[in-house]
């Protein structure tokens, strides 16, 4: 699994489209072992301008920007590789929520969607649209989960 994304911008010069950026992400981050964190781009007003951007420092629950976007990258590896232990009757540790709707897609691997009263198993090519709710992620296979999700200010 790479740990890092390339990411590639464009944008217009003398009219005509261009490849203004093709490197790697360099924003990137591990608040646990082997959790790979990346914001790749954001914004910060609605509607979106095509300017250039401004960046975000990773973090582990992420902190959505007023009126804004954000762009993530994620690899989660599995539980046991975090340290995460669930007891029954309790919350999962990672349990949070955060004030945006967020589109998902799982790109790669497999991992449990834990809400408040259910959770459900995803796999590449399923897509979670994240309503503002209580929720965790958790990876109980032996490899490596891949997400990417965009991220929009809510209420």
């Known amino acids: 699994m790479r740990t890092i994304p390339r990411r590639i911008v464009t944008g217009i010069r003398a009219g005509k489209s261009f490849i203004?950026?093709?490197a790697l992400?360099?924003?990137?981050?591990e608040?646990?072992?082997?959790?790979?964190i990346s914001d790749i781009w954001q914004t910060s007003q609605m509607p979106a301008k095509f300017e250039k951007e401004q960046p975000i420092e990773n973090t582990a629950i992420p902190q959505v920007i007023?009126?804004?976007t954000y762009f993530r990258y994620?690899?989660?590896?599995?539980?046991?590789?975090?340290g995460i232990e669930t007891t029954i009757g309790n919350p999962?540790?990672?349990m949070h929520q955060t004030a945006s709707l967020d589109y998902i897609v799982i790109l790669s691997g497999e991992i449990y969607l834990i809400t408040d009263t259910e959770e459900t198993l995803l796999q590449a090519g399923d897509?979670?649209?994240?309503?503002?709710?209580?929720?965790?992620?958790?990876?109980?296979s032996d490899h490596m989960c891949l997400q990417?999700?965009?991220l929009i200010d809510a209420n």
């Open 66 to 68: 007023k009126n804004g």
């Open 20 to 22: 203004e950026a093709d």
């Open 31 to 36: 608040h646990y072992p082997n959790l790979v």
């Open 74 to 82: 994620v690899q989660i590896p599995p539980d046991r590789e975090l």
């Open 127 to 140: 897509i979670v649209i994240q309503r503002g709710t209580n929720h965790a992620w958790s990876n109980r």
């Open 25 to 29: 992400v360099d924003n990137v981050s």
């Open 92 to 94: 999962h540790p990672l």
């Open 148 to 150: 990417l999700a965009i």
